[in-house]
């Protein structure tokens, strides 16, 4: 694996970079980076996939500009990154925010994608109350720090239960989190309560796609990924049972299963990927 950074929209960009063949773009969601993908990397890379794994700006080891970013923003930068790259399409596999992030990507730049996977995310945008809580939250990390946003986000994203069954899962998670700067922290934050409304356009999206959900999500329960599948017309749903939120690390076996069978259909690669499937 290559780590590589280039300076992108104002701020210096940083992304993995794996294999070889059709290329996969992973979008980590909030407020965590790019490290979260890695069981999705290497079930990828065996399969004879490119991988390319960005953290968004502001997260994980990328910069960010002193403004603030939105959910454009961090799609204008991915599709910097693909002509960089000097790629004409790849899949995107986004989660959570990266989700609305891929989302808007189908939206606007439909043609850099030849499939689509949405994983514990939601097409509806934030009402009032959730969106004030996002405010304030941002202004609480101003404030007080990436503690101040970590904090209430670890009892969604590693529920007590799984911390005392998964406690070094917990402590990996909470350290990306603490890891953040403020200001993408802030940025994330403000970025997703003010997303556009998808629901409208879900039908206009042609490319394959998959629907992930997880059914004890607490921060985006599975009726959400149930409407996405619904909206867009011939996708693919897999509700992951006895996970959470970080379905792809808690599950990471189901997770994978369904993310290679589908793009065993729809993109596929020169080897056969039977092996790793039965391994799943």
């Not at 989700?99 to 097409?123: E, N, P, W």
């Not at 959400?224 to 379905?247: F, N, Q, V, Y």
Request: glycine fraction near 8%; proline fraction near 5%; include cysteine.
């Amino acid at each position: 694996m290559i780590t590589r950074k280039a300076l992108i929209g104002g701020s210096q960009l940083v992304w993995d970079e794996v294999g070889s063949g059709p290329s996969v773009l992973l979008i980590h969601g909030f407020p965590l980076c790019r490290a979260l993908w890695r069981p999705q990397v290497t079930a990828l890379t065996a399969a004879g996939y490119h991988v390319i794994v960005p953290d968004l700006r502001g997260f994980g080891d990328s910069d960010t500009d002193s403004g603030i970013a939105s959910i454009g923003r961090y799609t204008d930068d991915l599709v910097e990154l693909i002509d960089l790259l000097e790629l004409e399409k790849v899949v995107g596999v986004g989660m959570s925010m990266g989700g609305y992030v891929l989302l808007d990507l189908c939206r606007r730049f439909a043609s850099r994608l030849s499939a689509a996977v949405f994983a514990v995310t939601r097409c509806l945008p934030d009402d009032d109350q959730g969106k004030q809580r996002r405010y304030q939250l941002a202004r609480d990390a101003q404030l007080h720090g990436p503690q101040a946003v970590a904090d209430p986000f670890l009892d969604v994203l590693v529920p007590e239960a799984l911390r005392k069954s998964r406690p070094k899962l917990a402590e990996e998670v909470y350290g990306w989190m603490v890891s953040t700067s403020t200001l993408g922290l802030a940025s994330g934050l403000l970025a997703m309560a003010d997303r556009a409304d998808a629901t409208g356009w879900l039908g206009e999206i042609k490319i394959p796609s998959l629907v992930i959900g997880a059914a004890d999500d607490l921060a985006i329960p599975p009726e959400h990924s149930k409407m996405i599948s619904e909206g867009i017309r011939d996708s693919r749903l897999t509700i992951i049972p006895d996970a959470g939120h970080l379905a792809n690390l808690e599950s990471p076996t189901a997770f994978n299963r369904a993310l290679l069978m589908f793009l065993r259909d729809t993109t596929p690669t020169l080897l056969n990927t039977d092996d790793i499937l039965c391994d799943c």
